[in-house]
């Protein structure tokens, strides 16, 4: 198996999350963004963690390469049909580090954001002097959301067409690696989601009067 059930999960729980902030936030309602925003942080803080401690493919040691591997990669890209990466090709790695990188600070900016009305994030009172700065970064880099998912969507779309490759269908079964060790730690992954998911929006609690 390619992608472990923790990472798989991880996957689907963060594209409904990442959807309903976004579209929650532009909208402002606050109560939900502030939902679907702290469930996206717990999702990007166990993907993290996973990314040291769980599955070969989820690992950053194992797909995080210099600029010579991405090379060697564009320049073997032609005798690549059906023979998928068994995990992030180089290239697709660096968009897998942009799009945590991404939602990993807007989620964190957005625990001192406020809306200058009503709304205080649950972080504000430790650090208020963080707020505005926090705040202005929230909205400036929320403007990258759709560009990062744009591009994301049209590589897969070019690995479907031109390369032929099933990464869609594998994201969803975990696919198919004879070669590959059997996932080990599944259990350990699905709790140690959970305890992120929880934990982060547990920190809705902090939020004062709304
Ligand atoms: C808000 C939208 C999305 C975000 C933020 C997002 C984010 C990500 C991230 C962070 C990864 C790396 C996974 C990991 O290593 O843990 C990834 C991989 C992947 N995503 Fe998404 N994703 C989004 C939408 C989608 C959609 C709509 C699809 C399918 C139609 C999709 C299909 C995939 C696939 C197939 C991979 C694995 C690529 C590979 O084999 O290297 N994603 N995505
Ligand atoms: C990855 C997670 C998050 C994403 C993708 C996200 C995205 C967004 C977007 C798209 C907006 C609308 C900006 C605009 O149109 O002006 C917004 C605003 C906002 N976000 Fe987030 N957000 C996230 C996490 C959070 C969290 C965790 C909180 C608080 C706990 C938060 C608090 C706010 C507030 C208060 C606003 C309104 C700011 C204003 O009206 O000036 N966000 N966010």
Not at 7 to 22: E, K
Not at 32 to 44: K, R, S, V
Not at 146 to 159: D, K, N, W
Not at 179 to 197: E, H, M, Q
């Amino acid at each position: 198996m390619i992608w472990d059930l923790p990472t798989r999960l991880f996957h689907w729980s963060f594209v409904i999350c990442i959807i309903g902030a976004f579209l929650t936030g532009r909208e402002g309602n606050l109560f939900w963004h502030e939902i679907f925003g702290l469930a996206a942080l717990g999702l990007f803080i166990f993907r993290i963690i996973w990314g040291f401690v769980g599955h070969a493919s989820a690992r950053f040691a194992n797909f995080v390469v210099g600029p010579r591997h991405i090379w060697q990669y564009l320049t073997d890209l032609r005798h690549r049909r059906d023979d998928p990466y068994p995990g992030h090709n180089p290239l697709g790695a660096l968009s897998v580090l942009a799009l945590l990188a991404l939602m990993g600070t807007l989620g964190l900016t957005g625990l001192w954001t406020g809306d200058d009305i009503l709304y205080e994030g649950p972080l504000t009172f430790l650090a208020p002097n963080w707020a505005g700065v926090a705040g202005r970064w929230h909205i400036l880099l929320q403007q990258l959301i759709l560009p990062l998912v744009g591009l994301h969507l049209a590589a897969l779309l070019a690995h479907h067409f031109f390369l032929r490759e099933r990464l869609v269908r594998r994201m969803i079964t975990g696919g198919k690696d004879d070669t590959a060790a059997k996932p080990t730690r599944t259990r350990l992954g699905l709790a140690l989601l959970a305890i992120c998911v929880g934990g982060a929006l547990s920190l809705a609690t902090l939020t004062p009067n709304y």
